[in-house]
């Protein structure tokens, strides 16, 4: 276990190493730099050639690489050219929102998953199966921002019941925290809701089969009971890998959301940064974003093993 | 059924405690609307006064950056030693008087006593030397208007400022509003890196607090703040912190601030999109604030390409029809004015209409005429936009059809903002590009005119007007020799097109707070809550 | 001799009938499913307004009124009118070009892209650590991130768009052909013919390759739904199908400026994109159902 542990985050150093290049790479091919964005439309060119130097952004690519790498082998992420203070700062301030939402559109999801996900899979093969099989589908087809405009032109242009977009923290009181997030974690958690109650579908489907439920069935214990004290359990495996996924697609996948709503979240911070060209924001937020994801993974993973210990951690490179 | 019900039943429970939830919220908003109408109208001191901005400003220090969000916040926390007021008269601010000497080289600024920074130092002479001698080398435009000068120290209240030659304008410069001269402590100033200074101290109204990247940006009254003895005037005259603290809100979604201005959660909204202007305008509790923002301009690029073809430029002036351009760019009419004017109408000093017969003469036949004479081929110009101002970019889809109708192959290249910035600083990339330039005070600062900027404008008879205007003996002279300029960028030249003034609106809500004026962007000073 | 001849002509005979028997219970079965007939009907409507439409669309796409700038759906204009004033129905029907087109152009090229390397990763071990490693590395970013930053760095273009969704979802149909490849090459007969001195040129794409072509197929459908979605998220941005040229996304952009006053805008190009990206899903499903019931859809 342990040295599975170990090699599992041995594998993350080429992929990080391959991300930072990547990210560096691609930084560094776009047009536009940071000084003549902080400058503004009417500085002159003189100024900005200054700028630039004075940030060793004239410096060769592989120099600033090597730098930056260097840096973050010590922990520093550098400092953001626009919002004064270091990466690792910006990104914390920008983290509260992106984890706020992400837990509130994973209740949602798991909310509206879990039991539409066994109520169709108690009548399987049935139509109200395939209708739900469909409403499902219909659930991942619609891009999660889509969804966000449909629901502030409902929810808040036409019934006024929500704020259009926009921000609280949570200093700010618990329900005018919540009720900014309320459509975005909607819009977020339907479209995780869908997968989940698809996994939930399936994995019920097969545990229902198999042969110790049968047994259960037949010694005339209560159907509730199978339902729930056997067949869930042991179909939770599989769920919890996609609440691990979709949980892990939320802390960044959400950007287009949170650009909708206005929320000042790790998406936000690392399309605005893209605009301003931030270069520190963007490369060490996109670092942090990848080893989230892949630590998320790796937890899940080996929650497995806890939960149900027939699963044993092997191969998978 | 029962069955399938109860299991059912807690989803329900669950669904109707949200629907209480959602009810709870809807009432709380009407009952607060409620508040708002009945309130009385006095002016009260205290509260904080919520604005939702439009962009991030990259630093607030003034005097580095030109951008707008910088100086929207800064006029709050800095002051100048001059300021302009709403028709352009240079005010004492900072400054309590100036002297000019006969020979026009040397100016004498006789600083106000008893202000203090909001770090609590008295502001004194060395700060303003410092202050104004670092202005002068970060801003190419002043640098520019006033030539080689140098401030110096006279005595604790008393600095003086030599120039090469005589100029004209130096003191509107000095109390221009973008990229401005703010007076900020020496030691900041020597210890401030390239990119802005590290430390927000000023001597104005409100003091800075806190900024979070993204979010907000947060000033306060300033208890110690010493206004000058006259009557509120734009930026000049008696300030007052009325409110407590400012919140500027970093909205950078248009549709996102006219939803929280619309809702209540902000007193002021910056720059609405056009299209919500009648839905602002006939609103009981919100009012539109109107404000002159530029001139829509296409700059072409005089160093390489089709358009280094004088003709060609001015084919492209005679044949587009520049209403339907600004129609395209900004809708409602309320948004554009037709003007010639390379200096703004309102700015009464400099203003003239010299050339207007080659201004939007919508003749595509005289067009098709000039193209035919001029050296064009049938190549693709390439029109340099950006959708980051969705005015820049509609106005090229416009100019695009426009000049195809001449015959002009058109291609639109479309970046970001970013990129265009430093896309046109390169001759190869464009062939013209399109963009919005604010208000300056002297003709010698129009931006498109100068050689160096993008576009490379590099023609002899427009560099001795240039020079003439800025050596004129007086206003009056430097006006004709302006005249004579302007009249010959229409005519011949044609460097650029300024396809017509626009305006952009900010909203408030006007039974809330009261007293805000606007000059070249918002004054929260003498600003109240009225609730 | 005639026996054999016989027996053999019995035989494929036989196989034939079995073939055809196949053909028709894999159709029936198809269409037994009422979903995936929902799916391949919306599928192919989209299909057929992507080719058409421009021929049953009144007004061209590209032309301004200014005067009659965000007009409501009416008799005259289906759809309304944008905030140029152009005809609203005209540019959904047009955008169906750019959204279908990029969607099916990325799910082609990721197809082709990711069997390469799915397969020849799936052989070599050496190539397989490489390559898997740098797919990691690109699947480690949320997809919509690693396109906005691609598409920052080459420009708004819409050949860039297909290029940088190409780049972001090769790797997981690579995954996907590599997973279905590793399966075959663990055969026995695959270790037979090695030691037989096949090519491998010939045993990666005449033996393993056609075992991967179902799920490939079933994974390249939601692709080209994914590409969709994701298209319309760059386009909403401002950095995906360069403007004036209509696409869904770009539709959808210019209407969150007017969300308050123009429903329409956001609404039309809104239905668009679910409906196509729905007809694909359920298509996929079904096909799912059918060639490859053990592929598990990720999101991405």
């Given amino acids: 276990m342990k040295s599975y542990i170990l090699k599992r985050i041995l594998s993350l150093i080429p992929v990080l190493l391959i991300v930072s290049i990547v990210v560096f790479m691609i930084i560094h091919l776009t047009p536009g730099d940071p000084a003549s964005v902080m400058l503004g439309p009417e500085a002159s060119q003189e100024d900005v050639e200054q700028l630039k130097n004075h940030l060793g952004l004239n410096d060769p690519v592989y120099q600033q690489y090597f730098h930056w790498v260097e840096g973050v082998f010590q922990g520093d992420l550098g400092d953001s050219f626009f919002m004064d203070k270091p990466v690792t700062a910006a990104i914390i301030e920008h983290l509260g929102p992106t984890i706020s939402l992400a837990i509130l559109s994973q209740i949602t999801a798991i909310l509206i998953a879990l039991p539409l ?183 899940v993973d080996l929650l497995y093993g806890v939960i149900d210990p027939r699963v044993r951690l092997k191969k998978e490179s | 059924m029962s069955k399938r019900l109860k299991n059912f039943s807690w989803l329900i429970t669950v669904l109707l405690l949200l629907s209480v939830a959602l009810i709870g919220c809807s009432s709380e908003n009407t009952s607060k609307e409620k508040d708002s109408a009945s309130g009385d109208t006095a002016v009260k001191k205290g509260g904080d006064l919520h604005v939702a901005i439009d962009a991030q400003p990259p630093t607030l220090d003034p005097q580095v950056s030109t951008t707008t969000a910088t100086k929207e916040i800064a006029r709050h926390i800095f002051e100048t030693l001059l300021v302009l007021s709403p028709d352009y008269e240079v005010q004492p601010m900072l400054a309590e008087s100036v002297d000019k ?47 080689k000068g140098q401030f110096t120290e006279k005595d604790k209240y008393t600095v003086e400022l030599k120039i090469e030659k005589p100029t004209v304008g130096v003191l509107d410069v000095i109390a221009s509003t973008n990229q401005f001269a703010a007076i900020m402590p020496k030691e900041i100033i020597e210890n401030a890196p390239k990119e802005g200074v590290t430390e927000i101290v000023g001597t104005g109204p409100f003091k800075f607090v806190e900024w979070k990247p993204d979010q907000y940006i947060q000033v306060a009254k300033y208890d110690d703040y010493k206004p000058v003895e006259a009557k509120p005037d734009g930026l000049a005259g008696k300030k007052e912190a009325l409110v407590d603290n400012i919140m500027f809100e970093v909205v950078t979604d248009g549709s996102t601030r006219l939803g929280g201005i619309t809702t209540g959660q902000y007193q002021i909204a910056y720059q609405i999109p056009s299209d919500n202007y009648e839905q602002i305008a006939s609103s009981s509790d919100m009012k539109p604030i109107l404000n002159l923002y530029g001139g829509l301009t296409m700059v072409f690029n005089k160093k390489q390409g089709p358009f280094t073809d004088q003709k060609l430029r001015q084919a492209v002036n005679t044949g587009i029809n520049n209403k339907d351009v600004l129609v395209g760019a900004y809708g409602n009419d309320k948004f554009y004015r037709l003007d010639n004017g390379l200096m703004y109408k309102d700015q009464a000093k400099w203003y003239t209409d010299a050339g207007k017969e080659y201004y939007n003469q919508n003749d595509k036949e005289k067009a098709k005429q000039l193209l035919k004479e001029s050296n064009y081929n049938g190549e693709e110009v390439r029109i340099l936009t950006t959708r980051d101002y969705e005015y820049s970019y509609n106005s090229a889809v416009v100019l695009k059809e426009e000049m195809e109708k001449i015959g002009i192959k058109v291609k639109l290249d479309v970046v970001d903002w970013a990129t265009l910035t430093t896309k046109r600083n390169d001759p190869a990339a464009w062939d013209a590009f399109i963009t919005g330039f604010s208000p300056v005070s002297l003709p010698t600062q129009t931006l498109p005119l100068d050689p160096g900027y993008a576009g490379w404008p590099v023609d002899e008879k427009l560099q001795q007007y240039t020079e003439q205007i800025r050596t004129a003996p007086s206003d009056k002279d430097a006006y004709a020799v302006w005249e004579e300029m302007q009249e010959y960028v229409w005519k011949d030249y044609v460097p650029y097109i300024k396809i017509g003034d626009y305006y952009t609106f900010h909203a408030y809500r006007n039974q809330e707070i009261k007293g805000n004026t606007y000059f070249e962007g918002m004054i929260l000073w003498n600003t109240s809550l009225t609730k | 001799m005639e026996l054999v001849v016989e027996k053999k002509r019995q035989l494929s005979d036989f196989r034939r009938d079995i073939n055809r028997e196949r053909r028709r219970l894999f159709v029936r079965r198809f269409f037994s499913n009422k979903l995936t007939v929902t799916g391949s009907v919306i599928l192919l409507l989209t299909l057929l307004i992507t080719i058409f439409g421009p021929m049953i669309s009144a007004y061209n796409p590209y032309e301004m009124v200014v005067t009659s700038r965000l007009k409501a759906p009416s008799g005259e204009h289906l759809f309304g009118t944008d905030n140029l004033g152009r005809d609203l129905f005209a540019r959904v029907v047009y955008g169906a070009r750019a959204s279908m087109g990029v969607g099916l152009s990325v799910a082609i090229i990721t197809s082709i892209l990711g069997m390469v390397v799915g397969l020849y990763s799936s052989y070599y071990k050496i190539l397989d650590h490489i390559l898997m490693r740098i797919c990691d590395g690109l699947m480690a970013f949320p997809a919509i991130l690693l396109a906005i930053a691609l598409m920052a760095a080459l420009g708004t273009k819409i050949e860039n768009v297909i290029i940088a969704l190409s780049a972001v979802f090769t790797p997981y149909v690579a995954r996907v052909v590599r997973s279905a490849a590793l399966v075959v090459r663990e055969q026995t007969y695959i270790e037979a013919m090695k030691a037989q001195g096949a090519s491998s040129l010939r045993i990666i794409w005449a033996h393993i390759a056609p075992n991967t072509l179902s799920p490939l197929i079933v994974y390249a459908t939601f692709i080209f739904a994914d590409a969709i979605i994701i298209e319309a998220g760059l386009s909403f941005l401002g950095v995906g199908v360069p403007a004036p040229d209509p696409s869904w996304g770009n539709i959808l952009y210019d209407g969150k400026l007017v969300i308050f006053t123009a429903w329409w805008m956001t609404f039309f190009p809104g239905i668009a994109i679910i409906l196509s990206v729905l007809g694909l899903n359920l298509f996929g499903d079904g096909l799912r159902d059918l060639l490859d019931p053990h592929t598990n859809r990720s999101k991405k």
Avoid: C
């Fill in chain 2, 101 to 147: 000497s006969e020979d026009g080289l040397t100016y004498t600024f006789h600083l106000r006593q008893g202000v203090k920074f909001h770090n609590g130092k008295e502001m004194t002479a060395e700060d303003v030397v410092a202050s104004m001698n670092r202005w002068l080398t970060v801003s190419t435009r002043a640098a520019n208007a006033i030539g």
């Fill in chain 1, 117 to 299: 996900g066994i109520f169709a899979a108690r009548k399987r093969g049935t139509v109200t199966d395939q209708t739900f099989m469909g409403i499902s589908l219909l659930g991942i087809s619609i891009p999660h921002f889509l969804f966000g405009l449909f629901l502030i032109i409902i929810l808040a242009i036409n019934l006024r019941w929500l704020p259009v977009a926009g921000y609280r923290p949570l200093s700010a009181g618990l329900w005018e925290h919540i009720k900014y997030l309320i459509m975005p974690a909607i819009a977020l958690g339907t479209g995780q809701a869908a997968l989940i109650a698809r996994m939930t579908r399936s994995s019920m489907v097969e545990t229902l089969n198999l042969n110790f439920i049968k047994t259960a069935r037949a010694k005339g214990l209560h159907e509730r009971k199978v339902i729930y004290k056997h067949t869930l359990r042991n179909a939770f495996i599989p769920i919890l890998t996609v609440i691990g996924q979709t949980f892990g697609t939320l802390v960044a996948g959400a950007a287009v959301t949170e650009t909708v709503f206005n929320i000042p979240g790790i998406g936000q911070l690392i399309i605005n940064s893209v605009e301003r060209r931030d270069y520190m924001v963007i490369q060490g937020t996109v670092l942090m974003v990848t080893v989230t994801y892949v630590l998320i993974n790796l937890i």
